[in-house]
T-cell receptor, first 112, second 115 residues
Framework: GEDVEQSLFLSVREGDSSVINCTYTDSSSTYLYWYKQEPGAGLQLLTYIFSNMDMKQDQRLTVLLNKKDKHLSLRIADTQTGDSAIYFCAESRVNAGNMLTFGGGTRLMVKP | EAGVAQSPRYKIIEKRQSVAFWCNPISGHATLYWYQQILGQGPKLLIQFQNNGVVDDSQLPKDRFSAERLKGVDSTLKIQPAKLEDSAVYLC?????????????FGPGTRLLVL
């Protein structure tokens, strides 16, 4: 099965909070990342968390990490239509340099 | 600061033809990555260079794919001959030294369609 798994699709209303979830399998993951991809564009790093942390907040973004359950989430507060995009979770592992393993992506649709 | 540049942006070829993609990383970045992103999937690493040496090419289909970074700056990725399943977006990324906590900066990608 996939090393990094995400749900395919999430739809929210403008102004609501969005929570995008990700599970991973490798306990040696060192850093976990959230990337955003808009149509026709490359990947933009949103935020990352080191594996010995359980939470990181950056403006409207909150990352929660449950290392025991190997579960990562990204919460976007006050979601805007400009947040509509595909969000990818990725991990890097011990002894794998900076090689990233990506999930399949979650398409976030924000309705006005 | 200029970002990662890739060309061409789009390419349409017939199966069994050859194709090459070019990447110019951010100036001074030692590490360069090529990813393949098939429609509806996340990117998959094909090859990672550190300067002009290969760090990891374990997921590169070496019977048809090749990549080089001869002078440790620009890189080319070639497919010869192409198959239908090679249709994807090919993303290039770079990072300063390749350590785990570094941000990888991605280019806009080259969208390949094999008919």
């Amino acid at each position: 099965g996939e090393d990094v798994e995400q749900s395919l699709f999430l739809s929210v209303r403008e102004g609501d909070s969005s929570v995008i979830n990700c599970t991973y399998t490798d306990s040696s993951s060192t850093y976990l990342y959230w990337y955003k991809q808009e149509p026709g564009a490359g990947l933009q790093l949103l935020t990352y968390i080191f594996s010995n942390m359980d939470m990181k907040q950056d403006q409207r973004l909150t990352v929660l990490l449950n290392k025991k359950d190997k579960h990562l989430s990204l919460r976007i507060a006050d979601t805007q239509t400009g947040d509509s995009a595909i969000y990818f979770c990725a991990e890097s592992r011990v002894n794998a340099g900076n090689m990233l393993t990506f999930g399949g992506g979650t398409r976030l649709m924000v309705k006005p | 600061e200029a970002g990662v540049a890739q060309s061409p942006r789009y390419k349409i070829i017939e199966k069994r033809q050859s194709v090459a993609f070019w990447c110019n990383p951010i100036s001074g970045h030692a590490t360069l990555y090529w990813y393949q992103q098939i429609l509806g999937q996340g990117p998959k690493l094909l090859i990672q260079f550190q300067n002009n040496g290969v760090v990891d090419d374990s997921q590169l289909p070496k019977d048809r794919f090749s990549a080089e970074r001869l002078k440790g700056v620009d890189s080319t990725l070639k497919i010869q001959p192409a198959k239908l399943e090679d249709s994807a977006v090919y993303l290039c990324a770079s990072s300063p030294t390749g350590t785990a906590q570094e941000t990888q900066y991605f280019g806009p990608g080259t969208r390949l369609l094999v008919l």
